[in-house]
């Protein structure tokens, strides 16, 4: 139902044409990207748990703003490449 009353919602707006979960249009995939190598070896959920929560609290402030500043030219990117794939 909820589903159905977003997209009746949506209806009234122009979207973009492809998936709001395109990765390169996400900048949270791109923060784990550039994390994963640092993520230490866990051998139990609560371990995992505190790394991950490491990780994000001493992510780097210029990273962030690099992912935040490059939005534009990703969404350029992924309207010129229609449904191919782009450098990012």
């Excluded at 390169?24 to 139990?44: A, F, G, I, N, Y």
């Excluded at 992912?67 to 449904?83: H, K, Q, T, Y």
Aim: with cysteine; aromatic share 8%; hydrophobic share 40%.
């Amino acid at each position: 139902m909820l589903i159905r009353i977003q997209q009746d919602f949506l209806r009234h707006f122009q979207t973009l044409p492809w998936l709001a979960r395109s990765p390169d249009l996400s900048t949270v995939e791109h923060v784990w990207d550039q994390r994963k190598w640092q993520m230490p070896s866990c051998h139990s959920v609560h371990d995992l748990e505190l790394a991950v929560q490491d990780l994000w609290v001493h992510l780097p402030q210029d990273n962030i703003r690099c992912l935040i500043n490059s939005m534009l030219d990703r969404v350029v990117a992924c309207i010129e490449a229609g449904d191919g794939p782009t450098r990012y």
